[in-house]
Every structure is written in structure tokens, then in C-alpha cells.
């Protein structure tokens, strides 16, 4: 048995070598996630040529949203748990392919329909970052490192990931021109880049040779897929209908019934597809619930924000009144600070223990948000809000997944670093239908500034999107502390998997 390492130390910075033999699989894999960032970034300056190339109206791009984290919210936890049966390469390679035939049905697609249907299929990347982190965190530990080379990595990864966002929303913008306004020849480079992804993982990764010898749980997934089916077609009708339709908190209220016996379902299987007692582990479950509610603000924050940014203050008495380019300046300090918030998260392991890194970037994100409250008259002020949830926010998207690995049997890996991702899904899904009827008044409280008669959102519907979105991140601080001491630190790896 190998000694126990202090939680301050990093045996893969002390001993390069151990560092060097997974170096390579990195870097193919940062070339996966470079082009996840392309995927979605690339198309976000494009939705109003996409519309008008598929001649629908601007708010049924909504649907593109709303299709893909649905596929991307089922997907996510089919193709993890698989890759714990069949080997995480394959199924990485699979969601590879799937992403890169979505890509290329996008450029050649004419109708609305054809065009949703690729486009929701395109969501299958949501799986590249746990899945990649369960590959090198098996292959680390076969060098007795898993712990610091899998938080390493996922900062290294997740860095690629978002200097893939800036690129593609560069590229996206600019060749649009470059082509002409040719919208299909536009989006070929997003579909190219898939293309080599499929390349670089058949090529580049090695198959980790794990596998947990369970069968496929179909009926499992078949309660799951209905259950997640029911659920997000609920956060889309909330939205698109409004929450005094009973269609939307019947659909729910269905989809949850069906959820619970999938529940009961799994704990009567010998080989389930989610292991709840691996879940509803004390060192698993506020991973898990973090990261869903991290979904809240990473995935259902953006919109609000761009139209705060957008509205005349002139007009409506707040707002910074900003052009496209304005926006884009946002934007980027976002994406910019969660580069720098990636890259710190393993520096910051290593310092203080990912425990503590955990909670600090759930801070950060509930303290940049909150600070909306008071400063939102500014440019400066919400530059600076941003960039402090910026930071915690690229920090908990490395941390989340290697935290998963790291309090999961091994046999478990895909499965636990899957489900961060899909919860987080879930939990964007729901802010989305909440923040959207904040936003045209129909929450209690938003509707009580309303007297100005335009477009505009009123200003107490983003006081509630900006007080969920804080709330959540430091409800988040405060669930991780039920994390056990050292639970997801080199120690207790070395006591409990060695």
C-alpha cells in the first residue's frame, strides 16, 4: 500500500514523469474539448441569419435551446454509464460521431424541422468533459495519482474549452461575411471541426481498459428517458405557455412520478444504470447537487444578461444601452475570467485542498451575483460582477467532474462525472422557464415595475434572476461543507481505493 500524501503536496508536479505519460492524451483531448467550446460558441452571433435562412421568426430559436438540453440532459447519463460498461473511449468516440453527422446535417438542412432535429442531436458533446476526465482519472490511477492529474487536467481541458468559446464566437461573426452571408457554408467549419475530433479520439486516446462488467439496464433507461422526457417538455411549456397553464406542471408532475419509479426501479437491479447508493453517498450527493445548482446560473444566466446589457436606460430608467459590440465586450470578460478560474482550480487544489476549492468558487459565483443588486448601473460595475461569478464558475465546471471521479468507486467513474453534467442540465433547463417568466412579469414581485410600455423586461424580474442565481451559489458553498473532511483528497483516495 502507498503512503498517504498530505493534501498539499502533488505528486505529479513532484515527479514529472508520472505528469508526462498522460501529457499526450491531454493534449489530444483538449483538442476535443477546443472544438466543444467552437460548438458553443460559433453559432451564438449567427441565430438571426439562422432564422432567416430557415425563414422562421427570431423567438423560435428558443426551440433550438430548449430540444438540445433535453437530448443533451438524457444523452449525458446513457452514454457515462455506458462507457462504464463498454470502455469510456468508445463511447467518447461515439458521441464523437454523432456530434459530427448533427454538424454536417446542420449545414444541409432546410426546414425548421430537419434543422431542430439536427441540432438537438448535436447536444451528445455535453458528454466530452466527463468522459474525458474519467479517462485520464483511470489512467492515473494506475500511476497511484489520480486525484491531482485528473484536477490538472480538467483545468487544462476546461481551459481549451473556453478558448474554444472565443474563437468560435470570433469565427462565427466574422465569416459570416467572409462568406457572403452563405449561412450553410458558414456553419461548415463548426461541422469540420467535429470531423477531426473523431480522428483525434480514434487515433490519439488509448482505450483505459476499464470496464465494471454490468449489463445495460434498458428498462432502466427506458423509465429515465420518459421520466427526463416528461420533465424538460414541462420547463418548455412553462416557458413558451406561461405558469398558468396546467400543461406545464401537469407534464412535470407526470415526469417526476415516473423519475421516482425509475428510482425505485434502479435500487432493485443488480447492475443499475445510476447507482443511487453511490449517490446518495455523503461525499457524492452535495457534488451532485452543486452541480445542479451551478446549472442555474452557468447555463440559465446568459440571456438575462445580455438583454440587461441591451436596454435603454434612457428609456426605461436602467440598463447600459449597448450595441452588439457591448455585449460582446461582456461576454468576453465572462468567458476570459472562467479561462482564469480553470486554470487556478488545480493550483488552488493543490494549496488548500479541492474541498476548499469547491466552496471558495461556489462563493465567488453567489458573490459576483449578488453584487448585481446594488451595482448594475455601470458597465465597469458589471464588468466586475462577471468577472468575480466568471472566475468561480471556470473553476467549478474543471472541479465538479474531477470532485465526481474522485468520490466515486472506480468502477462508477463514467456513471458519477456523467451525472454532473446532466444534473447541471436539468437545473440550466429550469432556470431558463423561471428567469423567462421573471422576465416578462409573470413571477410574483416582477410584475410590480412594470409601468414603462415597450419591450423591456421589467427591473425586478432581473433583481430575481440575479438573487436565484447568488442564492444558488452560496447555497452551494454552504451544501459542500457536508462533504467529508478529505473525502475528495489524495488521502482518502489512498485509504479507500488503494
Known amino acids: 500500500m502507498d503512503t498517504p500524501l498530505s493534501i498539499n503536496q502533488d505528486p505529479a508536479r513532484r515527479d514529472p514523469v508520472r505528469w508526462n505519460s498522460v501529457a499526450g492524451i491531454v493534449g489530444f483531448l483538449a483538442i476535443v474539448e477546443l472544438t466543444s467550446g467552437i460548438l458553443q460558441g460559433y453559432y451564438t452571433p449567427l441565430m438571426t441569419d439562422i432564422a432567416g435562412h430557415l425563414g422562421i421568426h427570431d423567438a423560435d430559436v428558443n426551440w433550438f435551446e430548449a430540444a438540445q438540453l433535453m437530448v443533451s440532459a438524457l444523452a449525458v447519463p446513457l452514454l457515462a454509464s455506458l462507457g462504464d460498461i463498454f470502455g469510456h473511449k468508445k463511447m467518447l468516440l461515439l458521441s464523437a460521431v454523432v456530434t459530427a453527422l448533427a454538424s454536417w446535417a446542420v449545414v444541409f438542412s432546410g426546414s425548421f424541422t430537419t434543422f431542430l432535429v439536427a441540432w438537438a442531436l448535436q447536444g451528445a458533446y455535453a458528454v466530452w468533459l466527463p468522459l474525458e476526465i474519467a479517462i485520464v482519472f483511470s489512467r492515473a490511477r494506475k500511476l497511484g495519482i489520480p486525484g491531482p492529474v485528473a484536477r490538472r487536467a480538467a483545468g487544462l481541458l476546461v481551459g481549451a474549452l473556453e478558448v474554444g468559446v472565443i474563437a468560435g464566437a470570433l469565427a462565427g461573426g466574422a465569416l459570416i461575411g467572409v462568406f457572403g452571408g452563405s449561412v450553410p457554408l458558414t456553419m461548415t467549419i463548426p461541422a469540420i471541426a467535429t470531423t477531426i475530433c473523431i480522428f483525434a479520439v480514434a487515433f490519439g486516446v488509448p482505450d483505459d481498459g476499464e470496464r465494471n462488467g454490468a449489463r445495460i439496464d434498458g428498462g432502466g433507461f427506458g423509465y429515465l428517458a420518459t421520466g427526463l422526457l416528461l ?21 412535470m408532475v407526470l415526469g417526476l412520478a415516473v423519475l ?36 442555474v446560473s452557468v447555463l440559465g444566466a446568459q440571456i438575462p444578461m445580455s438583454t440587461f446589457a441591451r436596454t435603454d436606460p434612457a428609456v426605461n430608467g436602467y440598463g447600459l444601452g449597448l450595441g452588439a459590440s457591448g455585449v460582446s465586450v461582456i461576454i468576453g470578460a465572462y468567458v476570459l475570467s472562467m479561462l482564469v478560474g480553470a486554470l487556478l482550480f488545480p493550483v488552488a487544489a493543490r494549496l488548500v485542498g479541492a474541498k476548499a476549492t469547491l466552496v471558495s468558487a461556489s462563493a465567488l459565483v453567489g458573490i459576483g451575483y449578488l453584487m448585481f443588486l446594488p451595482l448594475h448601473a455601470s458597465l465597469a460595475q458589471v464588468l466586475a460582477n462577471m468577472v468575480v461569478a466568471g472566475v468561480g464558475s471556470g473553476a467549478l465546471i474543471a472541479a465538479l467532474p474531477a470532485a465526481a471521479a474522485a468520490a466515486a468507486p472506480y468502477h462508477r467513474t463514467g456513471m458519477a462525472t456523467g451525472l454532473t453534467n446532466a444534473v447541471k442540465t436539468i437545473g440550466g433547463s429550469f432556470a431558463s422557464a423561471v428567469f423567462g417568466l421573471a422576465l416578462i412579469g409573470q413571477v410574483a414581485g416582477a410584475a410590480s415595475n412594470t409601468a414603462v410600455e415597450n419591450t423591456a423586461a421589467p427591473l425586478a424580474g432581473y433583481m430575481i434572476v440575479w ?6 451559489g452560496i447555497v452551494c458553498a454552504l451544501v459542500l461543507f457536508a462533504v467529508p473532511r478529505n473525502a475528495l483528497e489524495d488521502t482518502a483516495l489512498a485509504g479507500k481505493h488503494r
Open 467 to 472: 438573487a436565484i442565481c447568488g442564492g444558488t
Open 260 to 295: 421516482y419509479v425509475f428510482y425505485r426501479h434502479e435500487n432493485k437491479q443488480a447492475d443499475p444504470l445510476i447507482d443511487f447508493k453511490v449517490l446518495f453517498a455523503r461525499s457524492m450527493w452535495p457534488v451532485q447537487l452543486t452541480a445542479g445548482l451551478f446549472g
Open 231 to 251: 420533465l424538460t417538455s414541462g420547463l418548455s411549456f412553462l416557458r413558451i405557455n406561461g405558469a398558468g397553464s396546467p400543461l406545464p406542471w401537469g407534464s
